[in-house]
Each structure stands twice: as C-alpha cells, then as structure tokens.
C-alpha cells in the first residue's frame, strides 16, 4: 500500500508570490490534514479535510486556503507568501475517525526569499 | 496553549540506556498519541493511548497516562543509535476531535 505523497518536495518562492502544494493520501483514507512546522512554532495545525469539506481548522490567516478533492487527494495553497511562510507543510491521512493514528507525508519544504 | 509541552527539550544519552521523555497538557482528551520525526522528515506514530488506559507497550516503547495530572511519558529501553529522531505528543481533544503536537524532544542516542 502506497503511503502518503506529497509534491513537491523542495521549492524556493520569493515574497509576494503564491503556491500550491498537493497531497494524495493512503487509498482509501478519506482525511487530509495540514500541519506547519517551523524550529520556533513547532507543529501547528493548518487545516482538515473529509469527504471534500473541511471539518477543522487552525488559526491561521486567510491567505491559507486548501481544498480536497473527490478522490480524496488535497492541495493548500498560501497566497501573497511572507518570509516566514518558510516551513516544513505536513500532510497527513487518516481513515476519517479523526481520533485514531495519521499517516504522514515527507513533506514540502518551502522556502520564501 | 493548548498543545502539549514536552520535557526535557533535548536528551543525550549513550546506547543501551534508556531514554524518558514527557508531555504535559491542558484539556480533557479522547487519547494520547506519541510520534517520531527523523531530521526534515515525515512524523511515524509510535503508540496510542485511550484516556481509559493507564499503561502501554510496544516493543521497547512504555507509554504512560495520568490523566489526573494531564501528562504522558514514553520510556524507550535498551536505546540504539537509529532511536535518534525527535519525539512529539499529539493529544487529541475530547471534543473538538483536533490533534495538538507538543514541541518535541530532541533524543540523541551515542554509539
């Protein structure tokens, strides 16, 4: 079975631009969530996907948005990027029971000029 | 804060030691999971614990709960160099079914 993938791995933006990154989770698990991880901040929540609709969502500004798909597969996207969106983008699957164990991505590094 | 703060931030130890890492928190939670993270990659869940269990094992991981005092701790015996990596709790909220990951204990196992 085919864990979590997440594209792209690396990417280096400048200020202002925007990105998108994409997650395509375990076949068959229908919870996308989105974390940020930062050496100071740590891991912090971004936002969670099921069936389509987001069921939870963390305190970040609007600029964070994402979105998921029929399949299942969820991509985020930060617009007008600052210097520090620079991070660590987690995804992680789950089977949707949102208490039990989430399946984690490598991740993408972004990195904001 | 509703995350979880792990203590100590940093441990160094030599192989064959064991290792004891804790996670405190501050609301009511559904359960308690333990991950681990090698440098600048994805988190693996370790072990979870129901907030009805006390005590828990896997392998040569220990998880304990007191929910009384609202923290965790997770034992690793008999250390190797592979258990380098930094360990996080992630409590899960009773009601709101949200993850919260603590900052993280970074374990250093020597050869």
């Known amino acids: 079975k085919a864990g979590v993938t997440q594209t792209p791995r690396y990417l280096i933006k400048t200020r202002g631009q925007q990105v998108t990154l994409s997650c395509s989770p375990i076949s068959g698990h229908r919870s996308v969530s989105w974390y940020q991880q930062t050496p100071g901040q740590g891991l912090q929540f971004l936002f969670e996907y099921f069936s389509e609709t987001q069921r939870n969502k963390g305190n970040f500004p609007g600029r964070f948005s994402g979105r998921q798909f029929s399949n299942s597969r969820s991509e985020m996207n930060v617009s007008t990027l600052e210097l520090g969106d620079s991070a660590l983008y987690l995804c992680?699957?789950?089977?949707?029971?949102?208490?039990?164990?989430?399946?984690f991505g490598e991740g993408s590094r972004l990195t904001v000029l | 804060s509703q995350q979880g703060e792990e203590d100590p931030q940093a441990l160094s130890i030599q192989e064959g030691e064991n290792a004891t890492m804790n996670c405190s928190y501050k609301?009511?939670?559904?359960?308690l999971q333990w991950y681990r993270q090698n440098s600048g990659r994805g988190l693996v869940h370790l072990i979870l614990i129901r907030s009805n269990e006390r005590e828990k094992h896997s392998g040569r991981l220990r998880v304990t709960l007191d929910t009384s005092k609202k923290s965790s701790s997770l034992l690793i015996t008999a250390s190797r160099a592979a258990d380098t990596a930094s360990y996080f709790c992630?409590?899960?909220?009773?009601?709101?079914?949200?993850?919260?990951f603590g900052s993280g204990t970074k374990l250093n196992v020597k050869p």
């Open positions: 609301t009511s939670i559904n359960n």
């Open positions: 992630a409590t899960v909220h009773i009601n709101f079914n949200k993850f919260y």
């Open positions: 992680a699957s789950s089977l949707g029971q949102n208490t039990g164990e989430l399946f």
